[in-house]
């Protein structure tokens, strides 16, 4: 865990919200649904209700989703399911969301320098 | 943006890798490809990245995945990439993912209390 | 359009289908939304619906899934949607799905011999 | 198995590729992979594929992907194997997935009326 616990808003670090999702689950003993395999089964399928909302939209209309506040409501629903179960994978299996996320921007600034005319962050 | 741009990690807060992978995507001028459309669907072709990795795992050899450190960095890079998108769909959109995430986290425990047997988070 | 138009089984042949679904959906001038990218975008977020229903079963409560006559429909409307999708997908691009598998499994006949042991269907 | 094993085009109909495609397995045995969890996760996977080859386009870029073969080669790739594993899901569950999607597309009739304006198929 890598952010700290500390903070000036109420708690709400990566590291903060990673630890009340673990409780969570262990209050409920949902432990045990709690395979790395089925939480990125979760995962997906969160990625795919995201997906949805957009799956009819032109460009335009995709990028004035949230001028409709059940749109709104909808994408920022969705959007913590994905953060909810990519955090919850990365706990099971002791995976530090941030600074892997950190490694893949200083990899990529010296894969993609500038100049260059390719799009692609993978 | 709501948690600290100023902490003890080198500027490892998710605000502050959003705001380094806005400034990635700007300076290559990849502001075109990134509507929100697209930006999900780059989410969720990630998402099954990571799913692809265990799709023929049983869930004991799924628990065991980074004990090998090939599928651990291409766990690592995975998570990377789904949470890159996730902060730029959130990014283009003006969503605050960790507000979004507690006030789910806070509706949940209204609706699974501790003494329920249900298993679901959405 | 490869298997043959008259059958045995009301019309129920991979091309009629096809045309039965194009027909509906230029029928209610739903072209404008069936753009390709629209269409895989559609098929993955029902991919992603039929995943949900096994996401917390066990491998041997995945085999019994017919068993119970509420997720046996379920199962069989997202089957449905997955393939609807895929044949619209098809249809605008003018990609023969049959005559695409049939290649891919007579290129996988050569790549993985009886007595090999790796598993991929990739 | 609903449509004929017979017929005009080299055994190429939902049927018969069904059949190569559990002979196939079983000649690996990989039976011991091929649970309906496994199969759907490898199916979402495959689409997820087919999704990123549209994912960075414009609407008009994704109908004109047939016309680079490079591109046209990669596409027929993914729909085989999503179709593919989707056939496989099918055949260790039992279900028809032609049938399927014909009762689909009846009850649709009934529920979207040509004088409509929404667009949905699920």
Known sequence: MS???????????????????????????????????????????EAGELVEIFQWLTPDQSARVMADSASAARVEDEVADVLAYLLQFCEVLGVDALAALEAKIERNETRFPTSGNGHSME
């Open 3 to 45: 952010d700290s616990l500390q903070n000036q808003n109420g708690g709400r670090t990566v590291a903060e919200l990673q630890r009340r999702l673990a409780d969570f689950a262990a209050a409920r003993d949902w432990g045990q649904y709690h395979t790395p395999k089925n939480l990125v089964a979760a995962l997906s399928v």
